[in-house]
């Protein structure tokens, strides 16, 4: 079996291969990277990186300055003791799985994953093998958080910007500025209705595009000429005066958080819709028994052992890889 090991925040280690997922450090000759958020990039990576070439370009964006190899979904990479392909993780754009097999055996690392997945992303897919050790995220990790259908989280976010819009109101939509703020941008543009998006997430729209997504008509923020538009920003940005020249407007939040209804109160928004760029608790679970992996590691998260009860209750033996785990 192989060795699991957690190195640093979000890193993993897989020590006998000298391979990195998401890791930064001098231990990994070869080092793959799950998605372009900030908190999975090995900013102090020292082998050879790789990078699906959507996530690649998030990365330069961010001001990563080393050289990244592209590795497309579906082609398979060779080091002198393993094999690593990316799978689609439904996440964000270039999101990817890791499967590293070698003849210790097989590890599928989720990164940030979703599914059913986002529909601005290239969608979810497992490897057909059989899965020895499944390193799984579980950020979402209590039974409370169950997403609505997501025909209704569409409609919830078209009809808060098109009655707003027709109350002669500006909508906002606070959403974080890579992946969750372009699904909506994809969701809404068969409103046909011009979206002004933050300078932040503006500049990786065209990331989107480059892949053939449509996000509609769109351009950067401008305050001068922002209010009667469809407005997208993190929620930080509000606290920077983002349009606080707009009187008439309306602000949906849009995070998995919002379940928790206690957001609303400190981020004073007119609408909370749990729209996640994760999979839920019980479509964690479901995907656990639908793998049977002999093993299965749980990381990113603060209730693991709530995940390990119910996959105790299945049979499913799993562990807590925290920075002690080897
Ligand atoms: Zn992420």
Same mark, same amino acid.
């Given at each position: 079996m192989l060795k699991v090991k957690k190195a640093g925040n979000h890193g993993i280690l897989l020590p006998q291969l000298k391979i990195g997922l998401d890791y930064s450090g001098p231990k990994a000759d070869h080092i793959f990277v799950s998605h372009g958020h900030a908190d999975h990039i090995? %900013?102090?990576?020292k082998g050879a990186v790789y990078a699906t070439p959507p996530t690649s370009k998030f990365m330069a964006f961010r001001g990563v300055k080393y050289e990244v190899n592209d590795l497309p979904f579906g082609k398979t990479v060779k080091t002198n003791n393993a094999q690593i392909t990316f799978f689609p &993780?439904?996440?964000?754009?270039g999101s990817a799985m890791t499967f590293v097999e070698s003849d210790l055996g097989n590890v599928l690392y989720s990164g940030d994953y979703r599914t059913p997945p $986002?529909?601005? /992303?290239e969608g979810f897919k497992l490897p057909d093998a059989r899965i020895d050790s499944f390193i799984t995220e579980? /950020?979402? $990790?209590?039974?409370?958080?169950r997403w609505a259908d997501y025909g209704k989280l569409k409609a919830d976010i078209t009809e808060f910007a098109r009655s707003a819009l027709e109350d002669d109101y500006t909508p906002i939509f606070l959403a974080y500025n890579l992946g969750k703020a372009q699904e909506i941008m994809h969701l809404l543009k068969d409103l046909g209705h011009p979206v002004q998006i933050h300078g932040a997430g503006f500049k990786l729209c065209s990331v989107y595009e480059e892949e053939g997504f449509n996000l509609g008509s769109y351009e950067t923020y401008d305050r001068n000429t922002c209010a009667g538009k469809i407005l997208i920003c993190p929620s930080s940005a509000l606290n920077n005066g983002? &349009?606080?020249?707009?009187?008439k407007k309306r602000i949906a939040y849009c995070s998995? %958080?919002? /379940?928790?209804? $206690?957001r609303r109160t400190q981020l004073t928004v007119d609408k909370l819709i749990p729209l996640s760029d994760h999979l839920d608790f019980f479509e964690l679970i479901e995907l656990c028994k639908k793998i049977q992996p002999k093993k299965t590691y749980i990381t990113h998260t603060p209730n693991p052992e709530v995940v390990k009860h119910y996959l105790d209750e299945a049979g499913l033996l799993s562990e807590y890889l925290d920075s002690k785990s080897t």
């Open positions: 090995p %900013w102090k990576a &993780a439904g996440h964000i754009l $986002s529909p601005a /992303t579980a /950020t979402f $990790s209590l039974p409370v958080y983002f &349009a606080s020249n707009v009187k998995g %958080w919002a /379940t928790m209804e $206690s």
